[in-house]
Structures are given as structure tokens and as C-alpha cells.
């Protein structure tokens, strides 16, 4: 799935893109693609037809479209495998096009969103006091928002009584920190993905955050990570950032620091990638200091 670097380069695509258009006509090609939008595709396509599409805005992972004259959004689930494309009207049809949105205007490019495997979809939903759809209100802000703060983290942190690791990953607490940029910012503060959280001081956290917002900066700066043809920006591009890790899928490959073949084990359905030398397990029964 999409972590924040991949969706923010999909947003700023959109803004440059999309934003401040005017839908003419929405055409909805799978009904899966609308399945969170309750009230059915032809409902969704009515909402969205004359509706004046503002600046694209995120939260972690998640995107969203607002509706100028309204107090709604779209939001975009892109799931394993969505895609929001911006194409010329006149190329040919994506294999896995789902939903086509186009434009009142002489542009000459619509806004395609394309998922091979379904899980994604597009969705309208009524707006909160702050801005945000209603159904990502309780997603916390993410390291890269001005007015994430810092302090109100550690003490999160410090009570959630986890592993540190689980923590990363809780959209409730931090959001748009996924698997992959874990492991990263996890290697660069050389901290073993199992460190219980109850013992991080302020300044420990404090340097994990900042290994946090330098991974996710690179990979804004490359375009993302890309492993297969499923995460492209808004033009089809993939993003370079794979070709930096350190951490992740670099299984028996030599430590970047100390030269230890890194290791990888199954952690909650995924993988977890560490340097078993520069990341060392915290002690059964220790402090489990950060």
C-alpha cells in the first residue's frame, strides 16, 4: 500500500492537474470502484457532475478531492494497487480502468483512477468543522504536517505500552508511516522494531522522528518507492527511492554501516527488515529503554 511519500506525489500531481476544474461527466466502469459510496454509482456520478474540484489535500495516506460548492470530498482509497492517472482524453483505454472523470474545459486530459486488483475506490463523504472527510477524522497528523507536534507524540508514545514498531504503524497515533519507511527510519535510529515504547526518553524519540521526516523527504525528493508497475505518479512514472534502502528487502545483503548480512523476519503479515548487529532485541524481562 501507498505511504506518504507516494501519496503526496500523487497530490501535488493532482494539483497541478485537476485542481480548480470543473467536472463535465463521470463515468463509472466498475461498481466496485464506488462500493464505499452507499448510495450507488449513479448517485456518485450525479454528485460529482458540474462540481468545481479544489486543491487536492492529504493526510498520511489518505487523499482527498473537496467539492468547491460543497461541504463534501472525494476520497481516494488507492488500496494495493489504485491509481489516479491524468491522461489525454484521447489515449487508450488502462486494462483495469474503473472510473473516468472528465473535465468542462479545453484542457484536453481526464482524471482516470485505474485498479487492478479492486481493493481501492473512489467515495463522496460530508466534510468535518476542520476540513477533513468525515470518515478520515480520526487519522492523526503525520510527521511532515506543520502542526504535528512533537511532544504530544512521545507522550502517546510512552503511555500506548507497545512496541515501537506497532507504533510507527498506528494511524491513530502517527499517520502515514507504513511498513517500509519504518524499517527505514527504524535502521537509520538503529532501533530493533520490538523496543517496547514505555522506555523512549524525549530525546530518543526526538531522533527517531527526524530519521522519520528525512526518509520520507528522500523519497519525496525520488518520487517515491517503487517495486512493480502498481505505484506511479499521476503521469504513469514510478518513483527511485527502492534503489535507496537500506533496510527493507535487503535480506542477507551486507549491513550499509557495519557490513552484517541483514535479516528479515515475519511480523504481523508482513516482513520486518533489521540489522540484528546495530539492532539488537531488547532483553526479556529489561527496561526496554529506546
Known amino acids: 500500500m501507498p505511504e506518504l511519500p507516494e501519496v503526496e506525489v500523487v497530490r501535488r500531481g493532482l494539483e497541478r492537474w485537476v485542481a480548480h476544474r470543473t467536472v463535465a461527466d463521470v463515468e463509472v466502469l466498475h461498481p466496485r470502484a464506488v462500493r464505499r459510496h452507499v448510495a450507488g454509482a449513479d448517485d456518485f456520478a450525479h454528485r460529482l457532475k458540474g462540481r468545481h474540484v479544489g486543491a487536492p489535500r492529504r493526510r498520511g495516506k489518505y487523499l482527498w478531492l473537496p ?4 461541504n463534501q470530498s472525494v476520497v481516494a482509497h488507492l488500496g494495493m494497487s489504485g491509481q489516479l492517472l491524468v491522461q489525454p482524453q484521447e489515449a487508450p483505454d488502462e486494462k483495469h480502468l474503473r472510473v473516468r ?3 468542462a474545459d479545453t484542457v484536453g486530459t481526464e482524471l482516470r483512477f485505474v485498479d487492478q486488483r479492486t481493493f481501492g475506490g473512489l467515495s463522496l463523504h460530508d466534510n468535518t468543522p ?3 472527510p468525515d470518515v478520515i477524522a480520526h487519522i492523526a497528523r503525520d510527521p511532515l504536517d506543520p502542526l504535528f507536534d512533537d511532544e504530544a507524540f512521545h507522550l502517546a508514545l510512552r503511555r500506548r505500552r507497545t512496541t515501537i514498531k506497532r507504533a510507527l504503524l498506528d494511524q491513530t497515533l502517527i499517520s502515514g508511516v507504513g511498513n517500509i519507511y519504518a524499517d527505514e527510519a527504524l535502521w537509520r535510529a538503529r532501533i530493533h522494531y520490538e523496543r517496547p515504547t514505555a522506555g523512549f526518553t524525549r530525546p530518543r524519540t526526538a ?13 519525496l525528493s525520488v518520487g517515491g518507492t517503487s517495486f512493480d508497475s502498481l505505484y506511479v505518479n499521476v503521469n ?3 518513483g527511485y527511492f527502492d534503489r535507496s534502502l537500506d533496510a527493507y528487502g535487503r535480506e542477507d545483503l551486507p549491513c550499509r554501516r557495519c557490513g552484517t548480512p541483514m535479516r528479515r523476519r515475519p511480523w504481523m503479515n508482513r516482513s520486518s527488515y533489521f540489522c540484528p548487529k546495530c539492532q539488537r532485541p531488547p532483553r526479556p524481562g529489561g527496561p526496554g529503554r529506546g
Open 67 to 70: 467539492l468547491e460548492e460543497t
Open 207 to 219: 531522533e527517531l522522528l527526524g530519521h522519520v521526516r528525512d526518509v520520507m523527504n528522500a523519497a
Open 130 to 132: 476542520d476540513g477533513l
Open 101 to 103: 472523470i472528465r473535465f
Open 236 to 238: 504513469g512514472e514510478s
